[in-house]
Antibody, heavy 122, light 109 residues
């Protein structure tokens, strides 16, 4: 079964760092892009960035450039989303997601992780 | 950057009736348009891609149409589990790879 399994919920204080993960299984991890999508409480879906684990080619939405870092460790089929200094406004659900066709980042998304809820509060 | 606009924001429909959701792109996305359903506490689920192709396991009551800038998702006979939120997404342009509409909530009338 093709799936993306994300790390568990996090509760952090403003200014703290955080790295959440997304582990792929059931497919060739290095030949599919993986993206990250933010969903703030009660709001819609926002694309944050995307990475190709095969060569670590990474692209960011201008809205998130410089605010987060996306990486991948292909040896363990895992992608990451990290913050160096969290803010209260980072409180959201974060999904990793895989497009249908491996070599095309711009495609419909057929596989989603279950989501990681990040809460930032003092 | 392409902007996706969904209407209405909330749609009130009775069970068993037809629901018609709209999605408009600020410029042509050809047929590179997908629809997703999101239930509370769950990630989105792919319903339609290529504007009109149902994803694996999606019931036939869901259908998509349109091309260019105007798209429609139709649910022919609403079931209780269909009263949730729906998003459209364009994937024609790169970057960005994914641009979502703001969502339409289908509620029980």
């Amino acid at each position: 079964e093709v799936q993306l399994v994300q790390s568990g919920a996090e509760v952090k204080k403003p200014g703290e760092s955080l790295k959440i993960s997304c582990k792929g299984s059931g497919y060739s991890f290095t030949t599919y892009w993986i993206g990250w999508v933010r969903q703030m409480p009660g709001k819609g879906l926002e694309w944050m960035g995307i990475i190709y684990p095969g060569d670590s080619d990474t692209r960011y939405s201008p809205s998130f450039q410089g605010q987060v870092t996306i990486s991948a460790d292909k040896s363990i089929s895992t992608a990451y989303l990290q913050w160096s200094s969290l803010r209260a406004s980072d409180t959201a659900m974060y999904y990793c997601a895989r497009p249908k066709r491996g070599s095309y980042p711009h495609d419909a998304i057929d596989i989603w992780g279950q989501g990681t809820m990040v809460t930032v509060s003092s | 950057e392409i902007v996706m606009t969904q209407s209405p924001a909330t749609l009130s429909v009775s069970p068993g009736e037809r629901a018609t959701l709209s999605c408009r792109a600020s410029q042509s996305v050809n047929s590179n348009l997908a629809w997703y359903q999101q239930k509370p506490g769950q990630p989105p689920r792919l319903l339609i891609y290529g504007a009109s192709t149902r994803a694996t396991g999606i019931p036939a009551r869901f259908s998509g149409s349109g091309s260019g800038t105007e798209f429609t998702l139709t649910i022919s006979s609403l079931q209780s589990e269909d009263f949730v939120v729906y998003y459209c997404q364009q994937y024609n342009n790169w970057p960005p790879p994914w641009t979502f509409g703001q969502g339409t909530k289908v509620e029980i009338k």
